[in-house]
């Protein structure tokens, strides 16, 4: 009887030294000194789960098997993870390893010394391209490696051509040539079928942006001469956008599933509808407008978080992440972003993945082309609501342009000027 007193103590004395272990690493036991080690990434790129998956399956095995290491990746957006660097660094306790931050907000990274330099002179067999690494730089330090361009392209279900204007060439669209397509759509079909991201704040700012760039506007601004040109078009779809609309996080999933038919988005989101079925849609830029064809682009970037626990590996990471080879099975693989390293682009093909690729290459060449600049702003999210208010009041309610809140709107976006 006593010895088996003697064995409960000792096992209640084992259990609560395990439960105190455990506790104090959050809940979970730690790896031993020779296990893996954590890489900890997280991202505002990649956010949809086959992109993630991706990744998981085909990009990070290689690197992990090669150094040990498992990639701890998560998506964050933007705002709150620029929130929580400035948490880990003021309370010392940083556990984030790399960043992918959009490039608009890479200056708030850099200034408020988030991020280090890194040693891309090293990195003797890769470029970034040009047109990505405005951002990146401070005081002649590179901060950033570039990852995901991206433009705006249009995508067409192929049931749409018998309503396409006469004389009207897709790959050559004029916008007023593109809303009287859709408008041809709605009144043959009894509906709109004409997509874009009706729930707030997701991307309709850029579209409508691009748009308004394609008439010699500027991007945000709501009322610019160009911007109340485009505007004066937009009315006429009233009627055109499909009767659920404002239900889109994205188009994808409407472009996918016929729901929708025309839409001008996000080349990746473009892309993952275009190469699901090559045969069924149609691909193209965006349209154009006086000045040529208008496009948002965007890029992000990866950067090593000053002080993080395994700065060494975090370098190693983006080193093997931006390899040019690696770089455009990356492109291919999460649906067709521009690779924005001039080695990688060399290596474009002739595959659905590198035809839309290069669609998206052509618009940055050859559009007028404007970077968001979320970073200038107290809340970018608060900018995009100002356009989705404006979507609904003057597009899908009154179907009429009103000069008067357009510029009263331009003023609820000053005010967010930093």
Not at 144 to 150: H, K, S
Request: with cysteine.
């Amino acid at each position: 009887m006593k010895k088996s007193i003697l064995l409960l103590i000792a096992f209640i004395f084992v259990f609560s030294f395990i439960s105190v272990g455990i506790f104090a690493s959050g809940g979970q036991e730690k790896t031993s000194d020779d296990g893996p080690v954590k890489l900890v990434v997280s991202s505002r790129l990649y956010s949809q789960p086959g992109e993630q998956q991706f990744l998981i399956d085909e990009i990070f095995p290689d690197f992990e098997a090669e150094n040990n290491c498992v990639v701890m990746f998560e998506i964050l957006e933007d705002e709150p993870l620029l929130k929580r660097a400035k948490f880990q660094k003021e309370s010392e306790r940083i556990n984030t390893d790399v960043v992918i931050a959009h490039a608009g907000m890479m200056s708030d990274w850099i200034d408020n010394d988030y991020v280090m330099p890194l040693p891309v002179e090293q990195w003797t067999d890769r470029t970034f391209s040009k047109a990505f690494r405005g951002s990146t730089t401070k005081d002649g330090k590179t901060y950033f490696a570039p990852v995901g361009g991206d433009v705006y392209l249009m995508l067409a279900n192929k049931k749409a051509l018998p309503y396409l204007p006469e004389g009207a060439d897709i790959n050559n669209i004029t916008w007023e040539e593109y809303i009287d397509w859709a408008v041809n759509i709605a009144s043959g079909e009894g509906e709109g079928k004409c997509a874009v991201t009706g729930v707030p704040q997701k991307s309709l700012i850029y579209m409508y942006g691009g748009m308004f760039l394609s008439y010699g506007g500027e991007f945000p601004v709501i009322n610019s001469p160009g911007a109340m040109e485009a505007w004066s078009l937009l009315a006429k779809m009233k009627d055109a956008y499909t009767p659920t609309v404002n239900t889109y996080e994205n188009v994808s999933s409407p472009m996918k599933s016929g729901e929708a038919w025309l839409t001008v988005a996000h080349m990746v989101r473009c892309g993952e509808v275009y190469k699901s079925n090559p045969s069924g849609y149609v691909l193209a830029p965006a349209p154009k407008g006086p000045e040529g064809i208008g496009s948002i682009a965007g890029a992000s970037g990866f950067a090593v978080v000053n002080g993080a626990p395994n700065e060494e590996l975090a370098i190693k990471f983006v080193k093997y992440m931006t390899d040019p080879e690696v770089a455009v099975t990356i492109a291919r693989g999460t649906g067709g972003f521009i690779p924005p390293i001039d080695e990688a682009i060399e290596k474009l093909g002739d595959s659905t993945e590198d035809e839309i690729i290069a669609q998206g290459i052509n618009v940055l060449k050859n559009g007028v082309v404007a970077g968001v600049p979320s970073s200038e702003y107290t809340s970018w999210g608060a900018v995009k609501q100002v356009y989705d208010d404006a979507f609904q009041e003057l597009i899908l309610k009154k179907g009429a342009i009103d000069k008067t809140y357009l510029d009263e709107a331009q003023a609820r976006i000053d005010a967010l000027k930093k």
